[in-house]
């Protein structure tokens, strides 16, 4: 049997709002001279069909919240049921009205109200205390959880809302602490509250309702499209405003809150928002796809499907920029059910919250999970065309994930996991593939890559992009995250899924994270300044791609060092090539270039082979190799260094909590083994450099054989002025020209990335790009025979063919780091 909601009693012959608005046409008439009588039967009408709009409306709304077409006594949602049924008598029973707390361990009465980290916490509790009433008003509605319908948990629900009302969240009240749970986080939970225990609470509660919400939330929140009003807190507000419209049946909330939408949906070229290129910034200088990306697409998803076909309905042209979005910027970030990190800001810290009585830990599936059920309810507002396509990549990405199996109900919701579930049954709906490809994203300094045999991204920043954000005692050791990390996954490798979700963030070294060069300079928690404060002097982070490879490169400045350094990435079919030159500081300190830092898991015990020699795999072990060919770690994949390099390997076990990086976080500790290959650059290292070849998933043997390969690959150069490779079996050829230059055949006389990849039908593509931003004017010249000029971009003034290519680029910094592609046919 399917889920059977308690029904909703009759509709009293008189509503408040239908009294309400009969009374007012009667006042108008009296004040017209009219009759009553000619006035009262079109008043009543009109308030009456006004408010079965607003009935429909919050019932819509309690669908949503509450789920449809499942059955309480299936797996997952009986277990998810029940367990929501003993989480609702736990708060109940433990519910302690006292003056400045509802519960004991959540006080929320501040002593000295104000704005400060104190007053923070105490605000905190005022969210934290509506989530446990929702939960409470939930366990009421939903079938199965033991409680529904209860009495006692009615009363204990109607004696929270009554309590919070008169201690903190009414009309009356000064705002203190963070404006965040005062204005979205309290009121979208007593809004929730409101309107799933709607037919229970009297006038006068609801009257307070939402007399507080117009108190906290007044319409001058969303006059204009700026501070913490713009993006997924512009959403939020709205939500909010909607929501309390539909409550007491207000049309000007509702029709405000979907008129603010309307700012969120065009392209911004700075600051919060969505960008052309798909990038995605909260908080001026963060990338947020991941994070305060979800809450936007879960914001707007629900309000789509609930103003959809009323009279509200969000019809405003720019909405299909934001469905564009599922495709151009959140499906790039998605991969076999996770979300990468490097879009979720502090949200990586947060794990195991402390409070959380069900100890579910956050992670990188927990997020795409949401993000992906979301596009799914998104879906329904879109065209036909475009719900079927994403029907197909959310199976296949759910299906995909063997490390957080959806379908266990530990990640979602029980409506999200209602959606998600319906299309997993739907065997007319078949998975679809993540399509390969590279993505870059210059407005967030991000880039994502994709073959048949791994998927990677790379997180870099700028004076525009911060290093790492902290804030709220959140994320205070992710200082080197934005300084190069780069994440992999090999194609099918079930355990690499959990490589960054497995107690990665509490246990992993942060002066080690993969991929980057840093100081070993000892740093303060929160070093560099909250929310995006600690961001590098330099303009210099993009690449060019034509959407298959891809040449990279970050100017790196070490976060409160002398760090300087210049790295490149080239993202081929099997592997990435990764340079690094310049390498100087003079901090004090050593430094070191990350090559990568597995995570074994708890128990883990990879073999790591070097040139063929099996390392010991007790803990702890670490080794000096002066002049290793290639590296191999058994179930992850390999490294390649070009003519032999010096190489440092460690085995380690590593303890820490989510507590260290986290101020809500728990204290139980969490360990994990690791295996590190670096570069060991030494203290105060000048012009040092390093290369590698990573190759996700490799085997032992594909290691061996590409290391053993002399014609593979050339790195032409390898300093601070240019860094370039050629892999001739690929036709693949980058190079990053810090300054102007020539390297081998590739000539530019400005600071550029070049790729050019010449293909086997005879014809060659020449993409360009201009990280800087700073560029006029270019002449890139390739010493190879081209015949014609098939295509080229309107900056491309100049083309001349014969003996060699010589292209002559405009103003390459308006194209905003995109790279500018020009198609030949080679002799």
Not at 231 to 259: M, Q, S
Not at 514 to 519: A, D, E, I, K, N
Not at 729 to 756: M, N, R
Request: with cysteine; hydrophobic share 40%; glycine share 12%.
């Amino acid at each position: 049997m399917t889920s059977q909601l308690p029904p909703f009693p009759p509709s009293p012959a008189w509503s408040r709002r239908g009294f309400l608005a009969t009374t007012a046409a009667a006042g108008a008439a009296l004040a017209a001279g009219l009759p009553q009588q000619a006035l009262a039967a079109e008043g009543g009408a009109a308030a009456g069909a006004a408010d079965d709009e607003f009935a429909t409306l919050r019932a819509k709304w309690r669908t949503l919240y509450l789920g449809e077409g499942f059955s309480p006594t299936a797996e997952p949602f009986k277990s998810k049921l029940a367990t929501l049924g003993t989480q609702a008598k736990g708060f109940r029973d433990a519910m302690a009205p006292a003056a400045g707390s509802l519960w004991p361990d959540a006080v929320f009465g501040d002593p000295d109200p104000d704005t400060d980290t104190e007053s923070y916490g105490f605000s905190e509790k005022i969210q934290t205390s509506y989530e446990r009433v929702r939960v409470m008003a939930e366990a009421f509605c939903q079938p199965g959880t033991g409680l529904t319908g209860d009495a006692s948990l009615k009363a204990a629900v109607l004696t929270a809302v009554d309590h919070l009302g008169t201690q903190v969240y009414n009309k009356s009240q000064a705002q203190y602490g963070n404006w965040y749970n005062f204005q979205i986080g309290a009121p979208q939970r007593l809004l929730d509250i409101a309107i799933l225990m709607y037919e229970h609470l009297s006038a006068a509660q609801l009257t307070a309702a939402v007399e507080a919400i117009d108190h906290f939330v007044p319409d001058s929140l969303v006059a204009k499209y700026t501070g913490t009003s713009t993006g997924a807190n512009r959403i939020d507000l709205c939500r909010v405003l909607a929501l309390r419209g539909i409550l007491d049946g207000t049309a000007a909330k509702v029709a405000l809150a979907r008129d603010a939408i309307s700012p969120v949906f065009p392209y911004v070229t700075s600051g919060d928002g969505l960008y052309a290129d798909g990038s995605l910034i909260q908080h001026t200088y963060v990338p947020y796809t991941g994070s305060y990306g979800a809450v936007l697409i879960d914001g707007l998803s629900k309000l789509f499907a609930l103003l959809g076909g009323s009279t509200w309905a969000i019809t405003d042209s720019g909405r299909q920029i934001f469905l564009d979005s599922v495709e151009g910027a959140y499906a790039p970030f998605l991969h076999d059910g996770l979300a990468i990190d490097n879009v979720a800001g502090r949200a990586i810290s947060r794990g195991l919250v402390a409070t959380d009585p069900l100890k579910i830990q956050q992670d990188d599936h927990s997020r795409g999970h949401g993000i992906i059920a979301s596009i799914l309810l998104l879906g329904l507002g879109a065209s036909a065309e475009e719900n079927a396509r994403w029907r197909g990549l959310a199976k296949g990405w759910f299906t995909r994930d063997h490390y957080s199996d959806v379908t266990s109900g530990r990640t979602l919701g029980v409506a999200a996991l209602s959606r998600v579930t319906a299309v997993l049954d739907d065997s007319a709906v078949k998975p679809a593939a993540e399509p390969t490809g590279h993505r870059l994203f210059p407005s967030m300094a991000r880039a994502t890559h994709r073959t048949k045999r791994f998927t990677a991204s790379v997180s870099m920043s700028s004076k525009a992009i911060t290093f790492y954000e902290n804030g709220n005692g959140e994320n205070g050791r992710g200082w080197h995250t934005g300084s190069g990390m780069l994440y992999w996954w090999a194609d099918g490798d079930s355990a690499g899924g959990g490589q960054y979700s497995d107690g990665f963030w509490p246990t992993a070294d942060p002066y080690r994270m993969p991929g980057t060069t840093v100081s070993r300079k000892q740093l303060a928690d929160a070093e560099g300044g909250a929310w995006g404060a600690a961001r590098p002097a330099t303009t210099w982070v993009g690449g060019a791609t034509d959407g298959t490879y891809a040449a990279l490169a970050q100017d790196v400045r070490g976060l409160s060092s002398t760090l300087r350094a210049k790295k490149s990435w080239f993202f081929l079919d099997d592997a990435v090539v990764c340079l690094g030159a310049g390498i100087t500081s003079t901090d004090g300190a050593g430094v070191e270039s990350v090559f990568d830092s597995r995570n074994l898991g708890a128990s883990g015990t990879a073999r790591l082979t070097v040139d063929g020699r099996p390392q010991p795999t007790g803990l702890p072990w670490n080794s000096a190799f002066p002049r290793a060919r290639w590296a191999h770690v058994a179930g992850h994949g390999g490294y390649v260094f070009p003519g032999g390099a010096s190489l440092t390997a460690l085995r380690e076990e590593r303890t820490g909590t989510w507590h260290d990086i986290n101020g809500g976080g728990s204290t139980d500790p969490v360990t994990r083994r690791y295996v590190t290959l670096l570069a060991d650059h030494g203290t105060d290292p000048t012009d040092a450099q390093y290369a590698y070849v990573l190759l996700p998933g490799a085997s032992e043997l594909r290691t061996a054989a590409r290391a053993l390969d002399p014609f593979w690959l050339d790195v032409t150069a390898n300093s601070g002025a240019q860094q370039g490779v050629r892999v001739p079996s690929l036709g693949f050829t980058g190079v990053t020209f810090w300054e102007p230059g020539t390297v081998s055949k590739v000539t530019a006389d400005a600071p550029l990335v070049v790729q050019i990849r010449e293909k086997r039908d005879g014809t060659a593509t020449v993409s360009v790009s201009d990280p800087n931003r700073a560029v006029k004017a270019a002449t890139v010249t390739w010493k190879r025979p081209v015949a014609s000029v098939t295509s080229k971009p309107g900056t491309v003034t100049g083309a001349e063919p014969g003996r060699e290519l010589k292209l002559t680029f405009g103003d390459l910094s308006a194209a905003g780091g995109l790279t500018q592609k020009v198609t030949v046919k080679l002799h």
